[in-house]
């Protein structure tokens, strides 16, 4: 791959929320998996750990996190995402993201319903027939998060240079003590993501929906 090919790579991967029912093949998760493992890490320590459902298991899981959905259970994740209260810059961009998606899917701010039905669809996994919960040692640092990132993105490229799609999900992480209890992990493992993936439907128009990225003169300093 010349680097033109590879940093088209970069800018083809994005989230993909629908997904046909075509199988991904264990040869294909495999290749991935290792190629995602060639992250760098703090001392070459590689905290991620990585739970790959399919079929009856990944059934369960999706079946299990819908009825806490659908009860109504406060999501608690075991850590936060992000900054309390938010930079507005960030919230801007966020609810810009939100609005946009929604007015793809034809989904009025006021419809509860239809906005209930799109939360729901995360635990559904956008259809995926594979869904990965990715996790790390409870009481992880900031450092280890950042090596699970890079392992992430890692996996997410080489899962897209195969033609597959995928969707990275912290929602799902707000059900962490659900995850745990379906799959067997103990309580002293962070349940950080999940991520979908599967083949992407190619006639639904979500997948379509791209965010709009910040120019570098917004991200970039330069100094000589």
Same mark, same amino acid.
């Given at each position: 791959m010349n680097p033109?090919?590879?940093?088209s ?8 929320r *629908? $997904?046909? &029912?075509?199988?991904v093949s264990?040869g294909?998760?495999e290749?991935?998996l290792?190629a995602?493992?060639q ?7 590689q905290?991620?750990r %990585?739970?790959?459902t399919t079929g009856?298991?990944r059934d369960?899981?999706s ?7 659908d ?6 994740a075991d850590y &936060?995402? +992000?900054?309390?209260?938010q ?13 946009a998606l929604?007015?793809?899917?034809g989904?009025?701010?006021d &419809? %509860?319903?239809?906005r209930k ?5 995360n $635990?559904?996994?956008f259809?995926a027939p594979v869904?990965?919960?990715l996790h790390?040692?409870a009481?992880?640092e900031r450092?280890?998060?950042?090596? *699970?990132?890079?392992?992430?993105q890692?996996l997410?490229?080489?899962l897209?240079?195969q033609?597959l799609?995928s969707?990275?999900?912290y +929602?799902v992480a707000?059900?962490?003590d %659900?995850?745990r209890?379906?799959l067997g992990?103990p309580?002293d493992r962070w349940i950080i993501?999940?991520? +979908?993936?599967?083949?992407?439907d190619?006639?639904?128009? %979500?997948n379509?929906?791209v965010?709009e990225?910040?120019?570098l003169?917004d991200f ?5």
């Amino acid at each position: 791959m010349n680097p033109a090919e590879f940093l088209s790579l970069l800018h083809a991967r994005h989230c993909q929320r *629908a $997904f046909t &029912d075509e199988p991904v093949s264990r040869g294909a998760l495999e290749a991935a998996l290792s190629a995602a493992g060639q992250a760098p890490s703090g001392k070459n320590t590689q905290p991620w750990r %990585v739970i790959v459902t399919t079929g009856a298991r990944r059934d369960a899981l999706s079946n299990a996190l819908c009825a806490g959905y659908d009860a109504g259970a406060k999501p608690q994740a075991d850590y &936060d995402y +992000s900054l309390q209260p938010q930079p507005e810059e960030w919230m801007d961009r966020a609810r810009a993201c939100g609005y946009a998606l929604f007015e793809l899917k034809g989904i009025a701010r006021d &419809d %509860v319903p239809a906005r209930k039905a799109h939360g729901r669809e995360n $635990f559904t996994f956008f259809g995926a027939p594979v869904h990965m919960i990715l996790h790390l040692p409870a009481g992880a640092e900031r450092g280890n998060f950042l090596d *699970a990132g890079m392992f992430l993105q890692n996996l997410m490229l080489a899962l897209t240079a195969q033609g597959l799609g995928s969707c990275p999900q912290y +929602s799902v992480a707000g059900y962490a003590d %659900v995850i745990r209890a379906t799959l067997g992990l103990p309580a002293d493992r962070w349940i950080i993501c999940g991520l +979908s993936i599967g083949h992407p439907d190619p006639a639904a128009v %979500v997948n379509t929906f791209v965010p709009e990225r910040l120019p570098l003169v917004d991200f970039v300093d330069w100094q000589q």
